[in-house]
């Protein structure tokens, strides 16, 4: 069962809020650790944490997990595991940034030992459903995606902001949109978590009175539920997978671009300008060989690095 087990490709999502006094060192350790297990994907490092999705298989991310861990701000970092492909990812990539999430304001979170500081109560997938069950629909789901994201799943009669990147939703906060909701229990989700410790302290700090995050995002909450609890549809990943399901019964929510049919697979656009992503049903893919898409440029569909 063991040496079974070693060859099962797995994909591994993951971040770490704590301060870190030398990022490049930190990304000369990891690029090293990666390489030398043979793991591909993406690793952003900032002056804030690390925030990765790496593809392997199971024992080489097993002791990528354990020695990363071993790092002392890291040492209880929570890992998503999931299933792989073994070609999920093209090769490694291994960066310093100014930020883990592309927020565009580097300085809109604190950090310490402990997380980031003053954003929104973790709440575990289970605890989710009791304050559901207790606040009926005095509670706001807020998704903290970017907008396509949502065509593919969310949660049931949430809130999707029109954004096309993470770094409008500062703006999108701060506009006033949302005030009405300001004074209810308002629980915002993305795909591993790791947007929603930005979203939600940038909510708390604009009078948002009662803020959580869901422990582990939609993944975890997946897990949890799988397509039986407030959750419908696919969620979209940012690996060559595209889309992930929590069950054999997952509902189809999203639309063709073309027909308006059932889909729930994005393709890349295959106009040189463009590259953008596009929802098509197989039909229209087959007919449309070259993927063209009437895409507004100034509303890219943005791919990138996110959980």
């Given amino acids: 069962m063991n040496k079974h087990a070693q060859v099962i490709d797995k994909v591994i999502l993951y971040y770490g809020f ?8 930190l990304r000369l350790w990891q690029n090293q650790l990666c390489t030398s297990l043979g793991l591909t994907g993406r690793i952003l490092i900032s002056k804030h944490g690390i925030n990765g999705t ?28 999931s299933e792989g492909t073994g070609n999920d990812f093209p090769r490694l990539s291994v960066k310093v940034k100014s930020e883990l999430v592309a927020f565009g304001d580097p300085d809109v979170i604190q950090v310490d030992e402990n997380g980031v500081v003053g954003g929104g109560t973790h709440i575990r997938p289970h ?13 706001v789901f807020f998704d903290g995606r970017n907008a396509f994201e949502a065509e593919i799943g ?9 954004v096309t990147s993470s770094r409008d ?16 229990p308002v629980v915002t989700y993305c795909t591993g978590g790791i947007r929603c410790e930005i979203i939600s302290a940038v909510m708390v700090k604009n009078g948002f009175k009662e803020v959580y995050q869901i422990d582990g995002g939609i993944v975890k909450y997946g897990e949890a539920f799988g397509d039986d609890g407030f959750w419908e549809g696919s969620l979209y990943t940012f690996d060559a997978r595209m889309k992930m399901e929590f069950s054999d ?20 656009c295959k106009t040189a300008s463009c590259h ?23 509303k890219a569909r943005d791919k990138e690095l996110i959980g």
């Avoid at 019964?249 to 890349?268: D, M, Q, W, Y």
Wanted: with cysteine.
């Fill in 54 to 81: 790496l593809g392997g298989k199971m024992a080489d991310l097993k002791k990528y997990v354990r020695q990363t861990r071993s790092y002392p701000g890291f040492k209880k970092m929570p890992i998503k595991w």
């Fill in 18 to 25: 704590t301060p870190i006094s030398d990022p490049e060192a």
């Fill in 154 to 162: 969310k949660f049931k009669n949430a809130i999707v902001p029109d």
């Fill in 276 to 298: 953008q992503l596009i929802l098509l049903c197989d039909s229209c893919a087959t007919l449309d060989p070259n993927l063209a898409c009437t895409h507004d440029p100034s």
């Fill in 127 to 139: 605890q989710l459903e009791k304050l559901v069950q207790e606040r009926g629909d005095e509670v």
């Fill in 169 to 184: 939703f500062i703006e999108e906060i701060e506009s006033g949109k949302y005030d009405h909701i300001k004074d209810k």
């Fill in 249 to 268: 019964h997952t509902k189809v929510i999203g639309k063709c671009e073309k027909c308006e049919a059932p889909s729930n697979l994005f393709r890349n």
